[in-house]
């Protein structure tokens, strides 16, 4: 009998706690983790798991009533392993103590209507912590979350998310907006607004690989049609360089009017034709 409640008790374990804590010994950090700048870890305890977004969001109580509220921001989330014998009220007084030292002004501390775990909230100014106990079993065991609320900084345009989702999609896109002077390389300034949206993808998506190639219509010679389409997709490249995007990531070619998406007897069809085109590798 007692080795089937053990059993019974472990399989609870596994379904109510992160897997890697039924397997983490008290005072040892998983690689990768280490404490929170914010509030050191109660003697013995070990990280066993954490994580850190520069934008996210999380529930932090409010009050003794169990009401939460949803705060966006910078989010660090550590899971810690403790020896048996500290107890969760021990853990979230140390942690209130700790945080009213440090300036804080504790918002909730101890038991909460409706939740069995004691927790500890704290907040100053934008920066919120929450510890939360987490008795196992075999081991004591706490949960911090810390929350620097801050508002999201815009780093894709409508347009620059509408260019990623279509190369996401198909592999590839027809850029207009970037222009040169006639029978030249250089980029006119009019073309800022969507070479930044262009930088923007990249930034976004730091895996990419692109390909840009130079298009023509087929006004003048072929080869110096050829020639130029090289230069310009090789300014485009060189454009992105200059604002930080590795070349590494970039590859160029000019294909001058040898493929031509619209017929080329007409100026709208000819401005078509004259393009940059973005391929994912």
């Known amino acids: 009998m007692e080795t089937m409640n053990r059993l019974a008790s472990i399989l609870l374990l596994a379904l109510v706690l992160p897997a890697p804590l039924l397997a983490q010994e008290p005072g040892k950090d998983e690689d990768g983790c280490k404490e929170s700048a914010l509030l050191s870890r109660m003697p013995g305890c070990g990280v066993y798991q954490c994580e850190a977004k520069d934008y996210d969001a999380a529930d932090i109580i409010q009050n003794r009533q169990g009401d939460e509220k949803s705060l966006e921001g910078r989010v660090e989330t550590l899971y810690l392993a403790c020896p048996a014998n500290q107890s969760s009220l021990q853990i979230i007084r140390n942690a209130e103590a700790a945080l009213r030292k440090a300036g804080y002004t504790i918002v909730v501390a101890g038991a909460i209507e409706g939740l069995s775990e004691p927790r500890t909230v704290a907040r100053k100014g934008a920066q919120w912590i929450q510890v939360t106990g987490h008795p196992t079993g075999d081991y004591a065991g706490y949960e911090q979350i810390a929350v620097l609320e801050k508002a999201l900084t815009e780093e894709m345009?409508?347009?620059?998310?509408?260019?990623?989702d279509a190369i996401a999609k198909s592999g590839k896109l027809d850029v207009y907006g970037i222009t040169f002077a006639t029978g030249q390389a250089a980029i006119s300034p009019a073309s800022d607004a969507v070479l930044n949206d262009v930088l923007a993808?990249?930034?976004?998506?730091?895996?990419?690989?692109?390909?840009?190639?130079?298009?023509?219509?087929?006004?003048?010679?072929?080869?110096?049609?050829?020639?130029?389409?090289?230069?310009?997709?090789a300014a485009v490249a060189a454009w992105l360089t200059a604002k930080g995007i590795d070349a590494g990531r970039l590859s160029t070619a000019g294909l001058g009017d040898t493929q031509p998406v619209a017929d080329n007897a007409g100026e709208d069809g000819r401005a078509r034709n004259r393009r940059v085109v973005l391929i994912k590798q």
């Open 157 to 164: 345009s409508a347009s620059a998310q509408a260019m990623s």
């Open 201 to 233: 993808v990249l930034s976004a998506n730091a895996d990419w690989r692109l390909r840009i190639e130079g298009h023509t219509d087929n006004v003048g010679d072929q080869a110096a049609n050829l020639k130029l389409s090289n230069a310009r997709a």
